[in-house]
Each structure stands twice: as C-alpha cells, then as structure tokens.
C-alpha cells in the first residue's frame, strides 16, 4: 500500500522566551542548534539551560539540516492520517523529533539519510521537517 503524505494543517508551536532566533533563522530556511560552551555538546530542542551539564552559556550554531532515521511510525488511520512522526538524529549529535514528509512512507527505513525542509503551521511559522536525502 502507497501512503504519500497529504498536506495536513500543522498546529503552530508553543514559542518559549528565547526560541525566537531558532524560529526566525527556520523562516529564512536554516535549522539551528544551542551549543554549550561548558561541555561542547550540542542539543535540540532549544531551551536556555544544557541538558548535560545544565550550563547557561549556550549560543547558537547553524545545523547542515541532515541526519538519519533513528526510529519512525507511519499513521494510517485517524484525523490528518496519513504522516510519518520519527526520531531523527542529526548529524551533529543531537537526535530530533520530527515528521517525515514528501515520500513513499512504504519507502522508509531506519538508518536512512534524511533532509531538513520547511513546512508552514496554519499560523504561517517555519516548521522543521524532514525528506529523504
């Protein structure tokens, strides 16, 4: 059975103090990462302590946009079915969750290269989402 995403409606997303940058570069097309300056390390979603070593000297660093398929569930059935939810872990460490979007969902596979694309909310926000590579 051939299940291709339909464009459903993406509900706009909680803004936190502080996401604004993440959003905006989103909008221009870019993803971005905080990266804490304590322990090196990379983490998504942005939030304003690092989640390893709880450090507040966090900046903002341009992600590539790819990664892989770590895990996945395609949905058939229910409201704005079907869609693809998944676990992508991105080439700079940290693992994201996201949909995959624009394909065969009988084509995905774990470990399957995957690139960032932008889909809008019905509040017209940049969304990160992801397409095979």
């Given at each position: 059975?051939?299940?291709?995403?339909?464009?459903?409606?993406?509900?706009?997303?909680?803004?936190?103090?502080?996401?604004?940058?993440?959003f905006?570069?989103?909008?221009?097309?870019?993803?971005?990462?905080?990266?804490?300056?304590?322990?090196?390390?990379?983490?998504?979603?942005?939030?304003?302590?690092?989640?390893?070593?709880?450090s507040?000297?966090?900046?903002?660093?341009?992600?590539?946009?790819?990664?892989?398929?770590?895990?996945?569930s395609?949905?058939?059935r229910?409201?704005?079915?079907?869609?693809c939810?998944?676990?992508?872990?991105?080439?700079?460490?940290?693992t994201?969750?996201t949909?995959?979007?624009?394909?065969d969902?009988?084509?995905?596979?774990i470990?399957?290269?995957?690139?960032?694309?932008?889909?809008?909310?019905?509040?017209?926000?940049?969304?990160?989402v992801?397409?095979?590579?």
């Amino acid at each position: 059975m051939t299940s291709t995403v339909a464009e459903r409606e993406i509900t706009d997303p909680a803004i936190n103090p502080g996401d604004e940058p993440y959003f905006e570069a989103a909008d221009q097309g870019k993803l971005l990462l905080k990266v804490c300056s304590s322990c090196g390390r990379a983490h998504h979603y942005p939030r304003s302590l690092c989640p390893f070593c709880w450090s507040t000297d966090l900046s903002w660093k341009d992600a590539a946009g790819t990664g892989e398929i770590y895990t996945y569930s395609v949905t058939r059935r229910g409201a704005g079915a079907p869609y693809c939810i998944a676990y992508v872990k991105l080439d700079e460490g940290p693992t994201m969750l996201t949909n995959i979007v624009d394909t065969d969902y009988d084509s995905i596979k774990i470990g399957q290269r995957v690139q960032v694309v932008f889909k809008r909310s019905a509040g017209g926000i940049a969304i990160p989402v992801f397409t095979p590579a």
